[in-house]
């Protein structure tokens, strides 16, 4: 369905040719300032045609408030937003009307909705994700000013041109320290300072002939966005089947193109000994807890420690390409399908806000749940028991 | 939360050391045969001692149907079910009042409940899943009798020995045919033939090697699952948050001690070029469609399209291992945390019928949930328009 | 929260003094003819403004579908429905910065958000009905094209003006025939033949009068709306928490000002004996099973039986009225709320769209869930055992 | 379906002749002390044959407590509860095969699942109760803890034999003050001191009567149960569609044989004025806000407002009656329906412990869902705007 979320509830609508697109917040915690400012910029690092690397179509995205604040507060209610869609021509692809584009939700919309849409693929449009990404500005805003959360995701890989320390892990079975000292500093500024998200001179470099290689064959290349999150409160995710990781997975798996996701050590991790693997907790100056390593990524059965929450998502290459493609038609058919147009040839650089909104409507969340929880043990009068006096638990 | 689904849905309680474990299972389809002999097989399937290779301690868990069927039918009404916990004893882990045990969810649960259960991490416990084999075999029954959907899945991994054609796509961008002839004949016998569950003779010799050698060791080692859906109904997922693969990444990470998931060309098809990775569509024998590759995994837009849905998922190395281990006390103090009995060196052998479960649970419920939309759909009168005419949609 | 049905979903937004109101409906079949023209009658009749006996103020609420129709005919994808504010003046009230208005929600909101509208109760404004009438009028079209449903609603008492035969079962103990006739026969151009909404003649007449002597005393006065589902499938609802008429309930006292619900027999029927009261069967010329009395209001254990479902619903006095108030202000001093402007006595004719509106929301997302359990049934092989076999089951 | 609530989260199984009953009670706050002895007293005031004004059968159920406690004190992990079933037979109702009992659920069961089950309704019996009367005394005993929440409903009415000043409303348009007096001091214990649960002297010997005149003739008769939650937190209540008032509306027509619900005033206010109608704020001594009168019933604008929240609910006169019926059979034939058993002919006081219980589930779960937002709204700087320095808002 188009709701994602239980307490911090985000429900979306719009596809390509319609008259626009939106969502609604709903949950959202009252007295936060917020105008479109706040939303604005992630709309606009979203948006194609930000380079040549990308699309050239410009679709201006400007989002408006339609309900839930009032003097640039929020009231508590719902916020309704909308951005107007500005070629609302219900039909321009008019050879997909013989061919189901491969790899497309053309085919299987058609099964699923017994009808075709103009727009072929209905809601798997990337024109969906205005809504996630509207919403998902706010959920930081908030995450940041409450707790200090920082997302940021950039484009770790494309094709096979990947960041190094950041996929080391697979070769000698240890972390960089470097990967970690990375993690805590890297920010959007430095991510955006370059055109292909990839903030690691050498990386970019090597991904920017990639794309123009690509581009040049008509083609598309795929690649991985990581994302890290830094100063997630600890306790957040429910389990046993709304752990943190399986949340972070859904939301992440509910973005056009993903292929796959990984958290922490992931498949790597898979290669490695436990001894190695576990994380040995360290009392921490300020007296928390922390992990002397971390490739755990910040979840434990399901609940946040503490540390860096990281992640990756495999994005696949675009399935629409400014090349022949030889398919069968609707009537069965096997013939060409003709390209059409110039298209992006990689959406990873794109992608990273979109990974980054998804992944602060999960934390929002189940930050809110967990605060069901915690609100609802502070009415009870302490125990005095065995179980919560082993030790005195950590602050 | 403790409840997976919308329409199918279960619901799963118990921990360690209580009296029970076990499921409320929802909205199973009334008419549907059942006994407690279609639910034990997995369930023996997923218990640990089955071998010298996982953990010798014999839990011989029982399920016992305490509703929602009649002479062995099911009606319509919620299923309750229960396994006894022979071993209620509410502590044997006294080391863990002092150290909470790395990488184990120990010090997440006590800051998030506020609260130490003797089992530590409470449900993080692999009892916990009990309740989701007993469920998901119900949701299997029923796949089977209605739409023939057949779930296999194998270990394809341990440590870095992994089975060969699996993964090839890494090397030379190409799946091998030998893969997809492999994923439409797996089945559960051939996987049970061997004790580690994985179905390739020299790679289940090496991944032998490799457990023996960590049980000496008393360390672990992790590994991941491959699975397949075959013959799953076309047009199931719904996007745009809930796409088949997000609720499966959902389900998957959900699992304990999982790390990673990706479907189709996964994390590998991030390398590929787009007009490799499309899978043109082909009219097959029977005059419905299909594709001469399979990149997409059985999935495009978030909705099955009739090919085989495959998967994997990456499971980290044990937490429990049987060595001495440096960390912290609750108290705050640098210390050693002392080994205590023998643990299983490899969980992912006992996880193949877990994902096979959580897989079906997922299914079951996006079924139904296409049927309430196909059966709303066929009380409308047809629409003779331009969409639904653009050459005659397959069967 | 602002979702209303699990699989028919529908999520508001707006208040009284932001840019817009409106809707997003999830879950609409595909294939469904539907444009504005479908949605803006009920719209048009929920509208203040629409005779002397209501508030004069006169909205012109025009909606716009926004997404999830493509040449007149939905998609599948979510609907997003958008009303313009036209009064968008954030603040309009300024009486009650210093008194939360006795009875309101201007307090409530106060204490739950930890912050004040300027429009005080923000989401218990009338104004947030836009949206559920928007959505229902969608799910109505469907019902009606699919199944035939038909929901009409009237006022059957303001005040202690009450519609004869329709409260006698008080006095006697039996049910006129002639009130089972009337739900059979009463239709919306009836209904709206008379300014009331009252489709009995005498009733109406002195409705008017007490209508216009509450007007004229700057006071107000409740009443009840009866409403009818004509033809609705035999089957929904969803026990055991979602009753049918568990979920009516809901839905009627989620509108403004309700405070009370009964269907069938209702409170009157608490008086009755058994023997009278139950329902005896009979096979119908059509062969199909209906009960000779209706005291069952179509609803047994929870699930419809195909007989007419009817129900009432009370609502209070409009607590904004056109006299001075005495009460306490935010400060805490007893004083006088002054009164302003005029308002409308009674809201009880504007009501009936809206709860027709709910009603056909409880009835299409029951009537989905049923047709996933149907589907599913289906698929099975049929059994021939005992339970099917008592007799052959009526069609 | 089978589960309620949001945060807390009750999910029941069991019908009447299967092993056991039960549920599952998620989100219960850690750090309760609880043990069956918190449970068993509801159950066993709702169980059947606990004096000659009901049915003899006496079903003794004892609670176990599954999971989800430790040394007596709740974990925060899932509760799961069992009751058995001692009379597991599952066929005794051999009449039954061959009618569909009048205003049963038999033919609806019947036509909703497509099969039939001994016990006829299914999940339509009362046994089914019993799963909520356990989950209701652990959210009313933490309720109780975290709030000082009591919650007390007692017989009303039978028949015709009503409370007088609970029902005066209607006769002169005013709540006598002995009633509001009676709200805040009636407790269980004065209510179990008589066997109809109606504490008032007069007219439980009236309903004695009547009670015992519809057994002589082997009938049944309805009545109305009251219910007032004192001392609810300010706050509660999800506008716009989970209004308090919706969701006890929800919980209590999900009860079985009910058939109406109103809260406050209910339909007795219809007919007020609404400057009478209107509740004056004051200050109370200890600096809170209260209202003079409580027509609003404790609920303002969907939230509770810290006055006592009470509701009346109605339920119908048992349709299992000890005569002969004359209805249609499974055949389509006219026949005889023959009597069986002595049959409770009124489930009024025994329904008494089921609607406190369902309200606890309300109450509690509104409860938790405001502790996500006061626990957000507290991490977010205060806001030094207009809004909310209207005044000082109360406390």
Redesign the interface.
């Known amino acids: 369905?188009?709701?994602?979320g239980?307490?911090f509830?985000v429900?979306?609508?719009?596809?390509s040719?319609?008259?626009?697109?939106?969502a609604?917040v709903?949950?959202v915690?009252?007295?936060?300032?917020l105008t479109e400012n706040d939303i604005q910029p992630q709309l606009s690092r979203r948006r194609p045609g930000q380079s040549k690397l990308t699309t050239p179509r410009d679709e201006k995205d400007r989002v408006?408030?339609?309900?839930?604040?009032?003097?640039g507060?929020t009231?508590?209610?719902?916020?309704?937003l909308?951005v107007p869609n500005l070629d609302q021509r219900?039909h321009d692809y008019s050879e997909t009307?013989?061919?189901?584009r491969?790899?497309?939700?053309d085919?299987?919309?058609?099964?699923?909705?017994?009808?075709?849409?103009?727009s072929g693929?209905?809601?798997?449009s990337a024109r969906?994700t205005i809504g996630r990404v509207a919403a998902g500005a706010i959920a930081e805003k908030?995450l940041k000013?409450?707790?200090g959360v920082e997302i940021v995701a950039f484009t770790s890989?494309v094709?096979?041109v990947a960041m190094p320390f950041v996929t080391d892990l697979q070769e000698n079975d240890v972390v960089k320290p470097e990967f970690y000292d990375f993690l805590n500093t890297i920010d959007r500024e430095t991510v955006d300072a370059d055109i292909t998200r990839c903030p690691h001179a050498e990386t970019s470099e090597a991904i920017k002939e990639v794309i123009t290689q690509?581009s040049a064959?008509q083609?598309?290349?795929?690649?991985?966005v990581t994302c890290v999150i830094r100063r997630c409160p600890?306790?957040l995710?429910?389990?046993?089947?709304?752990?943190l990781?399986?949340?972070?997975?859904?939301?992440?798996?509910?973005i056009?193109a993903?292929?796959?996701?990984?958290?922490?050590?992931?498949?790597s991790?898979?290669?490695?000994?436990?001894?190695q693997?576990?994380?040995?907790?360290?009392?921490k100056e300020d007296?928390t807890?922390g992990?002397t390593t971390n490739?755990?990524?910040g979840?434990?059965?399901?609940?946040?420690?503490g540390e860096n929450i990281y992640f990756r998502v495999?994005?696949?290459?675009?399935?629409?390409?400014s090349?022949d493609?030889?398919?069968?038609?609707?009537?069965?058919?096997?013939g060409t399908l003709a390209a059409r147009g110039r298209h992006d040839?990689c959406v990873v650089p794109r992608a990273v806000p979109i990974v980054e909104s998804m992944a602060a409507l999960v934390i929002m969340d189940l930050?809110?749940?967990?605060?069901?929880?915690?609100?609802?043990?502070a009415?009870?009068?302490?125990?005095d028991?065995?179980?919560?006096l082993?030790?005195?638990?950590?602050k």
């Not at 429900?11 to 596809?15: D, H, L």
């Not at 995710?237 to 752990?243: A, L, Q, S, V």
């Not at 993903?258 to 498949?267: A, P, Q, V």
């Open positions: 369905m188009s709701t994602f239980k307490i509830r429900t979306t609508f719009g596809e040719h319609c008259k626009g697109v939106g609604i709903d949950g915690p009252p007295g936060l300032a408006t408030v339609m309900s839930g604040t009032e003097f507060v009231l508590g209610t719902p916020i309704g909308t219900p009307d013989v061919y189901p491969p790899s497309h939700a085919y299987t919309y058609l099964q699923k909705y017994g009808l075709k849409a103009s693929g209905g809601r798997a969906e908030y000013e409450a707790f890989s094709g096979k690509k064959e083609d598309s290349i795929g690649g991985t600890v306790g995710g429910e389990p046993c089947f709304d752990k990781e399986a949340i972070l997975a859904h939301a992440m798996l509910s056009p993903t292929k796959g996701f990984e958290f922490g050590s992931g498949f991790g898979t290669t490695m000994a436990g001894h693997h576990n994380d040995p907790f360290v009392r007296g807890f992990t490739y755990s990524g979840v434990q059965g399901g609940i946040s420690n495999a994005f696949k290459p675009a399935a629409t390409i090349r493609q030889e398919t069968t038609s609707y009537d069965g058919v096997w040839p930050a809110m749940q967990q605060e069901a929880r915690r609100g609802a043990i009415r009870l009068p302490s125990i028991i065995h179980h919560s082993l030790g005195q638990p950590p």
